[in-house]
C-alpha cells in the first residue's frame, strides 16, 4: 500500500499528518529517506524511522480494550471531541484499531499493528462473530426475535443478526444478546431502530475467539496473537 496510507494505519500519523513527514524528508524506509508518499510498501514488518527514531512495528502485538462511551475510534478529529487515541497515549502508537464502535457504543475493541491480521478479522469471508449486549426501548418479544433473526433492509443493505437471545424484558426497556458476523456500519443500532426498538445502550462483549471478560473501562490486555492467527485459519479449512 502507498506509503502515507501506511503511516496511517499503523497508526502513526493521519494521511495529511503522514504525507507531511514523508514530504518534508522526515520518514525513512530501510534507511533510506523515502519523500514520496505514494511509495508501494507492506506494513508487516517494515523498517521504517520518523525523524531518526525507530517505530515500534518490528514486533507484532495485539490487545484488547475496553472502549468508554463518549470516545471516538479515529485518530484526528476536526470538532476536536475525545477520542481512543488521547486516552491511550504512548500504548495506541502504532497500532490501529480493528474496525469501529461508535461514539456512544462501550465495551471490547481490538488494536494491533499487523495490518493483514486486522484485515482478515474484518473480512467478511471469515465471518469472524462480534457479541454484544444491547439495551433497547420497549418490551422484547419472540417475534421481534425472528425478525432480527430474519433480517431487514435498511439503506439498501440486508441486516440480520445470526443469533438472538432475550435476556431480560419490561415494557419500557429489554436487554438482548445479538451476535452478527458481517460488522456493516452501526449494523446493530440500524437493525433494531427497523425493527422499532431504538438502542439505548449497546456494549460489545466479545470479537471472535477474544472475550471482554472482567477487563474494566479503560483498561487495555494483551492478547495471543498468533493464537488469534489459528482461530482464523481453523474458521478458512472448514
Known sequence: MPLERALSKLGLASRTQARKLIEEGR???????????????????LQLHIDQAQTPLNTLILFAYNKPRGLL????????????????????????AVGRLDQATSGLLLLTNDTQLA???????????????????????????????????????????DYVEIKKVSRRESQLL?????????????????????????LRLAYGPILLGNLQPGQTRGEDIDAVRQWLQSRSST
Open 119 to 161: 484485515n482478515r478479522l474484518l473480512d467478511p469471508q471469515f465471518g469472524v462473530p462480534r457479541r454484544y449486549l444491547v439495551e433497547i426501548k420497549g418490551q422484547a418479544t419472540p417475534e421481534l426475535r425472528s425478525k432480527l433473526v430474519a433480517g431487514v433492509l435498511d439503506e439498501g443493505q440486508r441486516l440480520a443478526a
Open 27 to 45: 520518514v525513512q524506509v530501510r534507511g533510506v529517506v523515502v519523500r514520496d508518499p505514494q511509495r508501494p510498501v507492506v506494513p508487516e514488518g
Open 178 to 202: 445479538l451476535e452478527l458476523r458481517e460488522g456493516k456500519n452501526r449494523e446493530v443500532r440500524r437493525l433494531c431502530a427497523a425493527c422499532g426498538h431504538p438502542v439505548q445502550r449497546l
Open 73 to 96: 475510534v479515529t485518530r484526528d478529529d476536526p470538532q476536536g471531541r475525545p477520542t481512543i487515541y488521547d486516552e491511550l497515549g504512548e500504548k495506541g502508537q502504532g497500532v490501529q
